[in-house]
Nanobody
Framework: VQLQASGGGLVQAGGSLRLSCVAS????????MDWYRQAPGKERELVAR???????HYPDSMKGRFIISRDNAKNTVYLENLNLKPEDTAVYYC???????????WGRGTLVTVSS
């Protein structure tokens, strides 16, 4: 499974952004897909999760701020934020769980910088 994330960039606080992650390869084996982020000097953290059936999960710290969605026909998972804050500055990574291999795959990440 290969994952290609895109959509990052420089955004002003209060602005919006939609990230995309396209999966290729053994896509039929993909179960859940996640977005993680890692801010400078901090550990990588889960932002949102979506199952193959479309059930979503957000950590309490992310609820109400991010929206994850998935288009299985396009093998793509999205992450949207409509009110970015400077503390959202991070590299955002998509992650896919392979049901066949029971391992996790990572994309290369896309940088989001939110200016105040």
């Amino acid at each position: 499974v290969q994952l290609q994330a895109s959509g990052g960039g420089l955004v002003q606080a209060g602005g919006s952004l939609r990230l995309s992650c396209v999966a290729s390869g053994s896509i039929l084996s993909i179960g859940r897909m996640d977005w993680y982020r890692q801010a400078p000097g901090k550990e990588r953290e889960l932002v949102a999760r979506i199952t193959s059936g479309g059930v979503t999960h957000y950590p309490d710290s992310m609820k109400g701020r991010f929206i994850i969605s998935r288009d299985n026909a396009k093998n793509t998972v999205y992450l949207e934020n409509l009110n970015l804050k400077p503390e959202d500055t991070a590299v955002y990574y998509c992650n896919a769980w392979s049901l066949r291999d029971s391992i996790s795959y990572w994309g290369r990440g896309t940088l989001v910088t939110v200016s105040s």
